[in-house]
Each structure stands twice: as structure tokens, then as C-alpha cells.
């Protein structure tokens, strides 16, 4: 097995995968197994036939029908591994360790694996060399800061992520490796924060927007925002709200607030009102709670809806069509056209056909169905495995290009 990078890549890069030395057109299966950080498996398998030389190269060579994905798909073993145990979510904790891949050849086509031929191991890694990464416990801050290698100062992002709490490293650590001096920022559930928030206070995410931009390595006048879920609805909010708030990547996000009201300045936003009867039942354990939340372009709802026309940031909407979780495409565009009805011309809406409600970056897995984090049943998010990889792929250096630009 011919692997480039040889030994580690960065988990968001290609990895070359070859096979030599094989019969000319000989029938193989190449398998993918990766362990989480609780030992759960991942695996994938493709079925392929050698050429008339004996090698084969991923970048040129279809799968076979039968596998885990078909056709000419260089990095499919890779974004088409799948959990053994159902509905598991591939997670990365500890950004300072690497996932380890498990690349096998078995001889044949069958349903059971042939006799094995080859064998590798590579590391998908979240730190380039000299990469930092920063433990931030700041007045009321609970964070991390990723700053790239070198001295200079770089452009600045706070990194927030969904409902459920906790503090997520994995999306922050990989845009530090492309030049990103990247917080990422809890805001519940973590440490001595708030367990289960009743209301979230604005003036935390200022305190975060201020120390970034007191740091000696952060570039200002300005940072960016990259949101995720209820982080993107925050992060919306904050450019409504807060100065010095330049640009603004919204992942699949409401446009109004909600589970959590939102204060600031003795003001509270109140969260956007839901209707459980419009909960639909996909089968006896799975729901879909895509039509769950009321308009928030019509009241009631509209007194949740942030008032988006007080931002100067440039606006990035990356909706995915096949969202069950946001109407992230309704809302975007609604949004959008409010703004321009303005005049505003600040915003652009990236739109992703067969993409869920999960948005992370490239050769993550599809998650399409998962523990709901205010529900806590099992929903259904969306998605189709082919079109989300390519939305992946797609739509991450579109957002490293958005921030470079305005940053």
C-alpha cells in the first residue's frame, strides 16, 4: 500500500491511497477501520480491480458496485466510513492525538474478507507542527486559542458550536493550520459555566470578542465569527449587537433565538416558540422536528428574530438543503431578503443539496441521525453520504477564502 502524505496527514487533507505488486486485474477489497476515542469502530470497504499492470491508484480507478460507495471516489474510504454501533457520532476530544487508520487488501469480491495482502497504518492529525494550542480561563472565559506557527499576528476567529454544551476543539484546531488564530469557546456545560442555561447573557461573547482582540498575535481591527447551530444564531446575534465583529460564517443556523433567551444590557430576546404537535414520527424511536419551531418573519415569532439589519459584518449563510433539524435555507434567504430590501448588499448564501443538519469539516463522516439536544430521542438531521462529502470539500475552503478576505 503506496500512501501520500507517507506516515500523517492533517485529518481536512486528501490522502493518496495506491496498491502495487498485484496480479494484472486482479479483484480486490480494500478496507478502512478507525477507533474512536472510546474505542468504538468505524469501517468502510470498497471493492476494486486491479489494472492490467497489477496497480491500482484511487485517484483513477472506480470502485466496484457492493461496497461501502461506488465510482471514481479517491477519498471515499475515508468520508464513507461508518459506525458499528448505530447512530454513533465520530468525535474528536483531544485534538493532540491522532486518529489512527487501519488500511487493509483482502484478495476477492466476497461477503466475508479473502486472504489478507497488505496492510498500513496513517495517522490523520488536528495540529500542524508548531501549531499552538492555549488553555483560556480569562475573567469569565472558558476557551481555547489555537495560534498558528511564527510570530506574526493573524486574522482572528471565535469558533461556537451547537446546543449540547461542552467544548469542541476539532473545527478550531484544523483553521489554525491554515493560518487562523482560532478561539474555540464554550458557553455551557463546561467547567463552572452554566449546566443548563434558563437565559445566555451577551456580554460573555464580548468578553470574548475583546480578549481576542487584546491579543498580541490576533490581527484586528475586527474578528471573525464561524457558528455552528445555535453557535451560528449567536453568532449572528453578536454582529447585531457587538462592534468589531467583521465577519460572520453561520453553519446551518436559525435567524431568530432560540431554545435559550439571549440578554444583553438588561434586554432579553426571547426564544422563538415551539409547537411539540408538529413533531412528525419517522418510525417508532426516530423523529423529525424540522417543522417544530414557529415563523420568526411572522408573529409570534418575529420579536425572537435577531435584528440582523444592525450588522456591518459580512455575512456568509452555508445552509444545507436537506436540513431536519433549522429550515437553515428558509431562514437564510428570508434573512437575506430583508437586508436587501434594506439595501444591504453584505451577505451570500452557499447552498448544498443532500447536506443534513451536521456541517463539519471534510472526511468527517455523515452523522443523518442523532440524539436531539433539547428532546433527547433519537432525530433525524439529513443528509445523503455522496453529497455531503462534496459539500465538505467544497464549502471549507470556501470558508477559509471568506475570512481571508475580510479578515
Known amino acids: 500500500i503506496r500512501l501520500s502524505p507517507a506516515a500523517r496527514s492533517l485529518f481536512d487533507e486528501p490522502l493518496a491511497i495506491a496498491v502495487q505488486g498485484l496480479g494484472p486485474r486482479q479483484q480486490v477489497t480494500l478496507r478502512t477501520s478507525l477507533r474512536d476515542e472510546t474505542g468504538e469502530l468505524f469501517q468502510a470497504y470498497a471493492r476494486y480491480q486491479a489494472g492490467d499492470n497489477g496497480e491500482l491508484d484511487l485517484a483513477r480507478c472506480p470502485a466496484l458496485p457492493g461496497g461501502s460507495f461506488c465510482g471514481l471516489e479517491p477519498m471515499g474510504l475515508l468520508w464513507a466510513l461508518q459506525p458499528r454501533k448505530q447512530y454513533w457520532h465520530l468525535m474528536k476530544k483531544d485534538v493532540q492525538s491522532p486518529f489512527l487508520l487501519q488500511l487493509e487488501v483482502f484478495e476477492g469480491h466476497g461477503e466475508s474478507p479473502g486472504r489478507l495482502l497488505a496492510q498500513a497504518q496513517h495517522e490523520r492529525v488536528f495540529l500542524r507542527d508548531g501549531v499552538r494550542r492555549v488553555p483560556v480561563r480569562e475573567g469569565r472565559i472558558r476557551a481555547t486559542l489555537f495560534l498558528p506557527p511564527g510570530e506574526g499576528s493573524f486574522p482572528g476567529i471565535i469558533d461556537i458550536h451547537g446546543l449540547g454544551g461542552g467544548l469542541l476543539e476539532h473545527r478550531a484546531s484544523l483553521m489554525a493550520n491554515h493560518g487562523f488564530a482560532t478561539l474555540a469557546l464554550a458557553y455551557y456545560h463546561y467547567e463552572d459555566l452554566p449546566k443548563e442555561p434558563t437565559e445566555l447573557h451577551l456580554e460573555y461573547f464580548e468578553e470574548a470578542v475583546n480578549y481576542m482582540l487584546q491579543h498580541p498575535q490576533v490581527k484586528g481591527p475586527g474578528v471573525g465569527l464561524l457558528g455552528y447551530s445555535k453557535g451560528a444564531e449567536l453568532s449572528l446575534a453578536m454582529a447585531a449587537f457587538l462592534k468589531n ?52 418573519f411572522q408573529a409570534p415569532g418575529n420579536q425572537s428574530l435577531i435584528p440582523l439589519e444592525k450588522a456591518e459584518a459580512q455575512l456568509l449563510f452555508i445552509v444545507g438543503l436537506d436540513d431536519h433539524v433549522v429550515k437553515s435555507k428558509y431562514y437564510a434567504t428570508e434573512a437575506c431578503k430583508l437586508l436587501q430590501a434594506q439595501g444591504k448588499e453584505n451577505f451570500q448564501i452557499l447552498s448544498y443539496p443532500g447536506t443534513g443538519h451536521c456541517m463539519e469539516p471534510p472526511f468527517f463522516p455523515l452523522y443523518s441521525i442523532g440524539r436531539h439536544p433539547l428532546f433527547h430521542k433519537w432525530a433525524v438531521l439529513g443528509g445523503e453520504r455522496g453529497a455531503y462529502s462534496k459539500a465538505q470539500v467544497h464549502a471549507w475552503p470556501q470558508i477559509q477564502a471568506f475570512f481571508n478576505k475580510y479578515l
Not at 268 to 288: G, N, Y
Open 245 to 296: 465583529i467583521t465577519a460572520v460564517a453561520s453553519l446551518n443556523g436559525p435567524v431568530a433565538i432560540t431554545t435559550i433567551p439571549l440578554c444583553y444590557k438588561g434586554k432579553t430576546i426571547p426564544s422563538l416558540p415551539f409547537d411539540e404537535q408538529r413533531t412528525k414520527v419517522i418510525d417508532s424511536h426516530i423523529f423529525d422536528y424540522s417543522e417544530l419551531c414557529l415563523d420568526p
